[in-house]
């Protein structure tokens, strides 16, 4: 994990903003019970983790209970979830097959997404053992038949970990597209008010972006998988004074394993390189035609992506990278511009 003190003391300037965290994807299960609704017995306890093992049949009692409790005092809705104890309880009904699904997870866990895959072992589970009429029958409180369904629901929890991770890639991806759309800007820019020898100066300045990430490499022990953030920087050629992006090695981009990736390495390394192009950038051109030329360029583009910007938790990572040396005057800007979303008005 990166920390914000870190990252100031490679670059000059604040650091950037709390690094994004997703939460809708937590759902991750921890423990697992499968009772007969009515008997309010337990029937499968499974365990996920072994980090904190549970006495599964002494808290059975406790959650029946307690959802037997809420039944009665609210009617036939009972728990949806709780939290309690560090964990997130959530709960799972059905009273035509006369199952209550518990599972327990993180507590930032995202209870609805928990409840739906209560239902998907819910229904395997009724399918698995057919559960129905004749089962109620039948049964004579006889547990060990059911723990066959272990394998089953760890089957199930890595599928789940699988898509995930694939929900995770996508973000990550569309994370790098937006910093390569940014590094666009940044060679309009450059094209359109640097030639000749000073051209030359400001790419000279600009390619020692790579000793930048090289040292970041090497302090915070990162494997080579994380070059992957370098195709979506642009290449600069000294010998030509040009700076284009390869689009060549896109082509093998999966190869480099994009599934070992995560967003809070990703982003503060994107960050290391946008600062130093800004910061170059700005010295040249001066703070006056800087500030003109990113408002002109740049924000636009934060502006009209606001809200997908804002499900990356990048809108202020470039509002306050892109114009930290006045940031008060667009946040007003935003204010103003940007309505429906009142969390703009600052910028920390």
């Known amino acids: 994990m990166i920390h914000e003190t870190s990252l100031k003391d490679i670059i000059q300037g604040p650091p950037s903003p709390p ?161 390569q759309y940014i590094f666009y800007k940044f060679i309009k820019i450059i094209k359109n008010n640097f030639t000749g020898m000073k051209l030359h100066l400001v790419l000279q300045k600009l390619s020692t972006y790579k000793d930048i990430l090289d040292a970041w490499y090497r302090q915070q022990h990162l494997n080579d998988s994380y070059r992957v953030i370098e195709l979506f920087i642009p290449e600069i050629n000294l010998t030509t004074d040009e700076i284009v992006f390869n689009e060549a090695p896109a082509t093998n981009i999966f190869g480099i394993n994009p599934m070992g990736l995560t967003d809070d390495v990703l982003i503060p390394l994107f960050y290391l390189v946008l600062r130093h192009f800004q910061q170059t950038l700005q010295s040249e051109l001066g703070e006056s035609l800087w500030l003109m030329v990113a408002k002109k360029e740049i924000l636009p583009f934060i502006l009209q992506k606001w809200a997908f910007l804002k499900t990356l938790d990048l809108e202020k990572v470039l509002i306050c990278l892109i114009f930290e040396d006045e940031k008060q005057n667009i946040a007003k800007n935003l204010k103003f511009r940007v309505r429906k979303y009142p969390k703009a008005k600052k910028c920390k």
């Open 19 to 179: 690094l994004p965290r997703d939460d809708q994807y937590i759902t991750h299960m921890k423990y697992l019970w499968v009772f007969d609704k009515f008997s309010s017995k337990s029937m499968f306890y499974h365990e996920f983790t072994t980090d904190r093992p549970l006495d599964g049949m002494l808290l059975s009692g406790l959650l029946s209970a307690l959802n037997s409790f809420s039944e009665a005092e609210l009617g036939h809705s009972g728990i949806e979830s709780i939290e309690m104890g560090g964990h997130r309880w959530v709960y799972f009904s059905n009273l035509d097959t006369n199952l209550m699904l518990v599972a327990a997870g993180a507590k930032e866990s995202n209870a609805s997404l928990l409840k739906a895959r209560l239902q998907v072992i819910h229904d395997m589970f009724v399918q698995h053992f057919q559960i129905g009429k004749k089962f109620w029958d039948d049964w004579k409180f006889e547990i060990t038949q059911f723990y066959e369904f272990s394998e089953v629901v760890e089957l199930l929890q890595k599928q789940w970990s699988h898509a995930n991770q694939m929900m995770n890639v996508g973000a990550i991806f569309d994370l790098m597209g937006v910093f």
